[in-house]
């Protein structure tokens, strides 16, 4: 069964903390994104990345960082964490044409305290 | 401009048909799709309709979609209690050679018994 996997379903950092959520998928992807998703708001692109070590701005970067080293790993890093960073974190795979939608993992919800 | 709008909320009764409208900006679009999130886990695609289509049926789910007033609409018929959950729709906008979704707010489906 094909799957993005997130390491983490529910984390609690606390303000000024370094975070870094991983995010894996098994499909051999090329596109991979991370979203944030709060109430009201729908789903905010953060970064996306098309290609090993490529990356790109979402709507949203501000606060964040990303890295991808290899194919299948894509991370998202809080370089300080605030407490408006607090949300579900979504990531998401797709293949280059990305015409058949996107796969995505089940979430990691984060508190920062 | 990219924005994908819908109502946040429907409430039907169990065996009753719910049906879920978005509206769309970008006249563009290829590909529309239909995203089911459950509490607690992330997106799961349930379908989605090429742009030179105007309807698409899968078992109980019908999708239609209204090129010229940028409507797509999602009929999910004998509704179910394991229908509830939250309904994104998303366009797909060409972005450097590969489809960026933008996703709507998403409508929280309540079914009751």
């Known amino acids: 069964d094909v799957k993005v996997t997130q390491s983490s379903r529910y984390l609690v950092k606390r303000t000024g903390e370094k975070v870094f959520l991983e995010c894996v998928q098994d499909?051999?992807?090329?596109?991979m994104f991370w979203y944030r998703q709060d109430p009201g708001l729908g789903l905010r692109l953060i970064y996306f990345s098309y290609d090993v070590k490529m990356k790109e701005k979402g709507d949203i970067p501000e606060g964040y960082s990303v890295s991808r080293e290899k194919k299948e790993r894509f991370s998202l890093i809080l370089e300080s964490a605030s407490t408006n960073q607090t949300s579900m974190y979504l990531c998401?795979?797709?293949?280059?044409?990305?015409?058949?939608?996107?796969?995505f993992g089940s979430g990691t919800r984060l508190t920062v305290v | 401009g990219e924005d994908v709008e819908q109502s946040l909320f429907l409430s039907v009764r169990e065996g009753d048909s719910s049906v879920i409208n978005c509206t769309y900006t970008d006249s563009s679009s290829t590909y529309l799709y239909w995203y089911k999130q459950e509490p607690g886990a992330g997106l799961q695609l349930l379908t989605y309709?090429?742009?030179?289509?105007d309807m698409k049926q899968d078992q109980r789910l019908t999708v239609l979609l209204n090129k010229k007033d940028k409507h797509l609409s999602l009929r999910i018929a004998d509704t179910q209690t394991g229908d509830s959950a939250i309904y994104f729709c998303?366009?797909?906008?060409?972005?450097?050679?590969?489809?960026?979704?933008?996703f709507g707010t998403g409508t929280r489906l309540l079914v009751s018994p």
């Open positions: 998401a795979s797709s293949t280059t044409t990305g015409q058949h939608g996107y796969t």
């Open positions: 309709i090429f742009s030179n289509m």
């Open positions: 998303a366009e797909s906008l060409l972005n450097t050679g590969f489809q960026k979704l933008v």
């Open positions: 499909m051999d992807h090329e596109n």
